[in-house]
């Protein structure tokens, strides 16, 4: 069976080091504020002005004033601090975020990333994505392999890009990939979901891809 959102999650989760100031993105990304490891210290940023936040709250002890950039309730934390969006921008864009885990339409083999807009549709903006993928040190996707049957792993994004090459890692319900942007070592297959078969990747791939000698 493939990864469910909530193990995609917890997989995304492993990426995460202690020290480190990190970026979720909407969606799936969101729930790995869950999945953090005890006694791990992560600093969660969004680009709404909130730095250091734990996870979602319980039904009934909701805070309208506590919000992540995805419009979502969160929680304090004892780290928690508070500065405006412009101070939040400032440290993504000065290269002060260790991490940044995204949702994607499409990635290309070569790292490239679009997930901000689909021609015709009403898109209010691009949010942050575009400074995130551009300042912080390493960009991982998670999203799901397929969409209508077709694949999101492509050879090159047919839609606006995001952001040229910068995508590290992507997270999948099907498996793990690792993408080697500068090195040009392109796409490698890392890990298989559990009860995810090759032949079901490959036909679900558009993009050309190597398997890790573990698999």
Request: glycine fraction near 12%; aromatic fraction near 6%; include cysteine.
């Amino acid at each position: 069976m493939a990864w469910t959102r909530e193990q995609m999650a917890e997989r995304a989760a492993k990426e995460l080091r202690d020290g480190f100031y990190v970026n979720l993105g909407i969606g799936i990304p969101t729930l790995v504020s869950n999945y953090i490891p005890r006694g791990m210290s992560v600093q969660l940023q969004s680009e709404n002005g909130m730095l250091g936040f734990g996870p979602f709250p319980y039904e009934g002890e909701e805070d309208p004033d506590l919000i992540n950039a995805g419009k979502q309730t969160v929680t304090e934390i004892s780290t928690t601090s508070y500065f405006s969006s412009a101070d939040s921008f400032a440290m993504i864009r000065g290269g002060h975020i260790d991490l940044s885990i995204l949702g994607a339409m499409q990635v290309a083999e070569n790292g490239d990333l679009a997930n901000w807009m689909i021609p015709g549709k009403m898109v209010k903006g691009m949010g942050g994505a575009m400074d995130l993928v551009a300042g912080v040190k390493k960009v991982v996707v998670v999203m799901e392999h397929s969409a209508k049957n077709e694949p999101k792993l492509l050879k090159n994004c047919t839609l606006p890009l995001t952001g040229a090459g910068v995508v590290d890692m992507v997270i999948t319900d099907l498996g793990v990939f690792t993408i080697d942007k500068k090195g040009g070592g392109g796409m490698t297959l890392i890990e298989l979901a559990p009860g995810a078969t090759l032949d079901e990747i490959r036909a679900k791939t558009q993009a050309s891809y190597h398997i890790a000698n573990v698999l």
